[in-house]
């Protein structure tokens, strides 16, 4: 059976970057695949900050 993928695009802060950190290590652990943002993915993930950035 094929791995799902995953990719992950973090805007804004600083927390974000660390939050994508942790995320991307626990969908690794589960067993999920890492793709680039300009390739299919079966989820994308876009955590976004309007704190220090447009949202």
Known sequence: M??????FIPYGCKLN???YSTIKRN??????K????DTFAN???INSCSIT???
């Open 2 to 7: 094929e791995k799902l993928r995953f990719s």
């Open 17 to 19: 970057y660390s939050e």
């Open 27 to 32: 969908l690794l652990k589960l067993g999920y």
């Open 34 to 37: 890492y793709v680039s943002w």
């Open 43 to 45: 989820i994308y993930i």
């Open 53 to 55: 950035e447009n949202a």
